[in-house]
């Protein structure tokens, strides 16, 4: 019998994350969505996205703030949130349910990082309509991501990427100003953020909802409508939730999504498992 790749161990692990996830949130009476290269998986492969090594959920805001709050005894043995309120050395603006059981080496940034396997939660948030409010929102929150970025170049931004000759450009400008991190902390970026995104709850009557601390940021805007229900996929065998539109939601991410990209464009977080608990 061959033996699971790195990949695949993972994938197993981080599914035995999104299983307890669904199930905390089913009994706390709380929504998500599947979004991302998990929804997509689910569209197009009924599973995880083949080259894909990690798994991305939503919450609007409201039921994502009452997750974080959740008592320790609300989780199975082993399963606990990490966000940066909680956890000092968490670098993320969103929080991540994790499990012990595994550690990686995430090698997405100049810095490699041990980290334990994870599913990212990410908060949805209103977007205020067309208009001067709206033109206002994008520059507070470009600021607040870019200054992020650039305190935390080293240890967040992928160098290695394929970009466009203006991205080029954007990361040898913020190389230039890196130093800035030795002087601002992180932590103030992580709280502006997201006190920024929060001035729009996602329950109310704007036309737009906002998955910004998503891969694509302002591309991950989406109309209320296609989030006005819930509806079930098929992902590994079991059924996960995601929004109705789907078919909407993902050309806005991803075009036409049904195109499997050439080999280059498929990124990953990690290439190398350190530690995996033997099963019992």
Known sequence: MNELTDLRRLQLEELRILEEFVRVCDENNLRYYSLGGT???????KGFI???DDIDVSMPRKDYEIFLKLPKEKFKDGFETVFYEKDKDYRYPWARMITRDMKIINNMANIPKEEFAWIDIIPLDGFPNKGIKRIFHKINLSFWWNLNQIVQFDEL???KRKRSLFGRISIKIAKLFKWLGKIINYRTCLKQINKTLMKYPYDTNSDEI????????????????SFSAIKEYEFEGRKIKG???YD???KRIYGNYM???????????CTQIIFEKESD
Request: charged share 30%.
């Open 243 to 245: 929004p109705q539109d």
């Open 157 to 159: 931004v992928d160098q």
């Open 210 to 225: 906002i998955n910004f601390l998503a891969a694509y940021g302002f591309d991950e805007v989406f109309t209320r409508d």
């Open 39 to 45: 929804l997509l998986g689910s569209i197009r492969h």
């Open 248 to 250: 909407s939601v993902l």
């Open 259 to 269: 195109e499997i990209p050439p080999v280059e464009q498929r990124k990953k977080h």
């Open 50 to 52: 083949p080259w894909d």
